[in-house]
Nanobody, 126 residues
């Protein structure tokens, strides 16, 4: 079993930056891939980014490519999402998720992920 706790959300002006963190506990962190998803008000949850077990591979949604960077520190059992050039449409609750069935390959559908955090709210004002 894996427990995930997100932090780092908040209110930021358009064009600003935030870094989200997700602390994991339970199963050995360096054995599985991680992902970030988000859910905007009135919309379905969507994939944002994913990273392989050692950080050697990553994948992004087109909407955040070039602005967001996913990374991980296996010594700290933590995955990060650096968000730059934020836009009002990035406003959402951001969730981290663990994919215990993959280490190097990366999945985008949320049903492929086994454990989820409770989310952290990011609000981008115009």
């Amino acid at each position: 079993q894996v427990q995930l706790v997100e932090s780092g959300g908040g209110l930021v002006q358009a064009g600003g930056s935030l870094r989200l963190s997700c602390a994991a506990s339970g199963r050995t962190f360096s054995t599985y891939a991680m992902g970030w998803f988000r859910q905007a008000p009135g919309k379905e949850r969507e994939f944002v980014a994913a990273i392989s077990w050692n950080g050697g591979g990553s994948y992004y949604a087109d909407s955040v490519k070039g602005r967001f960077t996913i990374s991980r520190d296996n010594a700290k059992n933590t995955v990060y999402l650096q968000m730059n050039s934020l836009k009002p449409e990035d406003t959402a609750v951001y969730y981290c998720a663990a994919d215990l069935h993959r280490s190097s390959s990366l999945a985008t559908p949320e049903h492929e992920y086994d454990y989820w955090g409770k989310g952290t709210l990011v609000t981008v004002s115009s």
